[in-house]
């Protein structure tokens, strides 16, 4: 997942909607979103590639009432090839009694095993809900380290950008794609209407200017094709395109569109009712 764009507690309807991109190798083998059978409350993507770690998720909702959502941290100089997968970080969640904050504390002297991630946590079944961000990395002037402390910040209302950096790190694609995004939702009536139009600004294949690239240690080329919200190159690129929009009534619905290499592939929608949640007014 390279592009996740988070409205909590921002709409006099939603709670949380939430817009993402997910950007791999074509080839890697992926399980699209589905009721796991393992796990039956939890609608995730699935992870079918061999790995260090049980198989996780990019994204994913939970009838319990709980959000997760994960991305790498882009930082190539300091990757381990024998490092466990960063989505069975996400999947574990998604399956857990604990709220962020708990099973931020019960996991996070496992965290040093991965490489850099970010991870959104939320848990709407609260008494006051929560959505946490955490990463297992820190900018130090202008370089990613390893964090030593594990230091989670939960997020007030607002809108967010996250792809592979910090929190709202101002890269193109993702001061953009907040902007689109928080002008969609503002015409949102709460109804689940206009998927198509939050699906369509996560088509943008706009490159950034040279002058505004990120430095992230990977080659100019790549750099240049990763500074779009949709990416397409011969090999990787956008595989899914997600919305989540979740009502103060519990209802909710899932979309998602998935490409390969050559074209759109289809689109499969999703609508349910939470069986936790707390229904809350925006502050």
């Known amino acids: 997942m390279c592009l996740i764009l988070t409205a909590w507690q921002s709409h006099p309807d939603y709670p949380l909607v939430v817009l993402a991109n997910r950007d791999e190798f074509y080839e890697r083998p992926t399980d699209p979103m589905h009721w796991w059978d393992d796990q039956p409350h939890v609608l995730a993507g699935r992870d079918r590639a061999d790995v260090n770690g049980s198989s996780g ?11 997760a959502a994960l991305t790498n941290v882009r930082a190539p100089s300091e990757k381990n090839p024998e490092s466990r997968t960063r989505g069975e970080i996400s999947a574990k969640y998604l399956a857990s009694s604990h709220s962020p904050a708990s099973f931020i504390q019960e996991h996070e002297k496992t965290f040093h ?5 970010n991870l ?5 079944s609260l008494s006051q809900p929560q959505l946490v961000w955490l990463s297992n990395r820190v900018l130090m002037g202008s370089s990613i380290r390893p964090r030593k402390v594990m230091n989670p910040q939960e997020l007030k ?8 950096a910090m929190l709202d790190s101002p890269w193109p694609k993702v001061q953009h ?18 998927a198509e139009q939050y699906m369509r600004i996560m088509e943008d294949a706009t490159q950034a200017p040279d002058e505004y690239l990120p430095k992230t240690g990977v080659s100019y080329e790549w750099e240049k094709a990763l500074s779009s919200a949709f990416i397409k ?23 998602e569109k998935r490409f390969d290499a050559e074209k759109e592939l289809d689109t499969q929608q999703f609508e349910g009712q939470l069986e936790k949640f707390t229904s809350l007014k925006p502050e």
């Open 113 to 117: 095993r991965y490489n850099g991630f």
């Open 177 to 194: 794609r907040v902007g689109a995004f928080a002008q969609i939702l503002a015409m949102d009536t709460g109804q689940f209407k206009k």
């Open 57 to 67: 998720t990019w994204m994913g909702l939970s009838k319990t009432g709980k959000f």
């Open 157 to 164: 209302p607002g809108v967010y950008g996250l792809s592979n």
């Open 233 to 255: 190159t011969e090999h990787y690129g956008t595989r899914s395109s997600s919305l989540i929009r979740v009502r103060r009534d519990g209802h909710f619905e899932v979309v």
């Open 120 to 124: 959104l946590a939320a848990d709407l």
